[in-house]
């Protein structure tokens, strides 16, 4: 089972950067799809960004294109989320995926325990 540990996450000012970073360990495949989601209070968990292993795809939250870039490092086994001119509404815990369609029908998944941003003014 791949496990996932996300860091990176904390209390930063409006319109300041951040960097999170999420490792796997245990057995892996190139297959694999990792992606961050976040989560507002009281909110759905919502699509952020995801990256094929390769790092030769990307895909974004059209609403986070521009501001937000992911990025993997195959030999550390770890996917970046790089975040910058962060508004209030993206405080809320991120959370690092991984995915893998063994077939069309079967779909492996793996979550981290997430991180929190909070946002200051």
């Known amino acids: 089972q791949v496990q996932l540990v996300e860091s990176g996450g904390g209390l930063v000012q409006a319109g300041g950067s951040l960097r999170l970073a999420c490792k796997a360990s245990?057995?892996?495949?190139?297959?694999?799809?990792l992606g961050w989601f976040r989560q507002a209070p009281g909110k759905e968990r919502e699509f952020v960004a995801a990256?094929?292993?390769?790092?030769?795809?990307?895909s974004y939250a059209a609403s986070l294109k521009g501001r937000f870039t992911i990025s993997v490092d195959n030999a550390k086994d770890t996917v970046y989320l790089q975040m910058n001119s962060l508004k209030p509404e993206d405080a809320g815990v991120y959370y690092c995926n991984w995915r893998l369609a063994v077939t069309v029908e079967r779909v492996l998944e793996a979550w981290g325990p997430g991180t929190l941003v909070t946002l200051s003014s």
């Open positions: 990256i094929s292993w390769s790092g030769g795809w990307t």
């Open positions: 245990g057995p892996t495949v190139r297959r694999h799809l």
